[in-house]
Structures are given as C-alpha cells and as structure tokens.
C-alpha cells in the first residue's frame, strides 16, 4: 500500500501570507495526486486533481506542482475563508486502492 | 447540478452490519465510479471502496472481508454493507463521485455520522 506523508501537520500564519504544504509518497503515484480543503463539520472539497489541475471553480490563488513521489500543494496568499485541513490522495494503478495522507491544518496565526 | 445524499441508520450494534444508500440526483449515476469514505471524528479519512455502474468493485484491503458495495442504475443509488461492526467503525461515512476514474472525487454528500453502540 502506498503511504501518503504529509507536512508539516500544523502551519501557523496570517492572511496575506503564503502557505506551502508537502505531500511525500511512499513510491511513484505518477500524477495521480489530488488535494482537498476541509472545514469543520464539511465534506471535503477537491482543489487539485492530477497533481497540478485546478478544479472547477477554485481560485488561482490555489496551485500544485510535482511528480512521482513529492508534491506541494501553495496558496500564494491566504484568505480568511483558506483556513481548514489539507489533505492529499492518491490512487495506485493496481491493484486500485485510495489513500489519503493524514491532513495538515493551516491555522491563524 | 449533481448532488449526493447519504441514508440509513444513524446507530448500529457491534457484531452486526452497517447499511448506507448514496441517492444521486441531477444527473445519472451512470458512467461513473463511485466511492464510499469516512472519517472517524477527529480524524483522517480513509476510503472504504468503488464501485462503477457496471456493478464492477474495488474495496480497501484492510476492509474488504467485510465491505460489500452495490449498485441500482434504476433508481440512481449505490448501497454500502459493512459486516461485523466494532466502536472502531464508528465514523462519518461520504458517499463521492470519482470524476476520472483515478480518485478525484468532485462531489460529496454531507455525510452522515454512524455509531457503533449497544
């Protein structure tokens, strides 16, 4: 099973600021990395699919970048609204299991 | 626009099995792979398993003994079955659409919290 690090589990910063998460794969996922927003007592929300894609409708403040085994979720500049849990997800080829990393919380600071 | 919207009992006895229903509407269930995930409180998520129209499925290995997922293209739902619950299932349970095929989930249900209790 391919295991998903993410870092750091905390950020701590201030809107306006800019907030670099990580996301490590225990062996290649190619591209098939995705990233999601979740707020407290929400669904998760899809930001990023195919490592670098925005989804429909997410502001180009949001962008991801890698390949293989580590990634980078950025938010070049923080809106209140932009404080939740990050998490990324992956799916193997075969056999096609799903794993998520363990979130990281981007806080006020 | 599409929408997805978990049922079933909100409280389940341990040794006994979980049934959810994920009801699709405004648009066809058809086409698409389909997940189930939850996420115990406070906690990460895990997924649980797919299954596509055709009624093909996969399932997470550390679950998949007691997972049993099902689909009615006639009434646009997907069916969950977990087997055997302990507290450890104690969770929200999400239904989602997987756009690509690859795990990009673009909707979700709200949720909804099932706890394992006698």
């Known amino acids: 099973e391919i295991v998903l690090t993410q870092s750091p589990a905390t950020l701590s910063l201030s809107p306006g600021e800019r907030a670099t998460l990580s996301c490590r794969a225990s062996q290649s996922v190619s591209s098939y990395l995705a990233w999601y927003q979740q707020k407290p007592g929400q669904a998760p929300r899809l930001l990023i699919y195919?490592?670098?894609n925005r989804a429909t409708g997410i502001p180009a403040r949001f962008s991801g970048s890698g390949s293989g085994t580590d990634f980078t979720l950025t938010i070049s500049s923080l809106e209140p609204e932009d404080f939740a849990v990050y998490y990324c997800?992956?799916?193997?080829?075969?056999?096609?299991?799903?794993?998520f990393g363990q979130g990281t919380k981007v806080e006020i600071k | 626009q599409v929408q997805l919207q978990e049922s079933g009992p909100g409280l389940v006895k341990p040794s006994e099995t979980l049934s959810l229903t994920c009801t699709v509407s405004?648009?066809?269930?058809?086409?698409?792979?389909w997940s189930w995930i939850r996420q115990p409180a406070g906690k990460g998520l895990e997924w649980i398993g797919r299954i596509y129209t055709s009624g093909s499925t996969n399932y997470n290995p550390s679950l998949k003994s007691r997972v049993t997922m099902s689909v009615d293209t006639s009434k646009n739902q997907f069916s969950l079955k977990l087997s055997s619950v302990t507290a450890a299932d104690t969770a929200v349970y999400y239904c989602?659409?997987?756009?690509?095929?690859?795990?990009?989930?673009?909707?979700w249900g709200q949720g909804t919290l099932v706890t394992v209790s006698s």
């Open positions: 997800q992956q799916r193997s080829n075969w056999p096609p299991v799903v794993t």
């Open positions: 405004g648009g066809s269930i058809s086409s698409y792979y």
């Open positions: 195919d490592a670098s």
């Open positions: 989602a659409r997987d756009l690509s095929g690859y795990g990009d989930y673009d909707i």
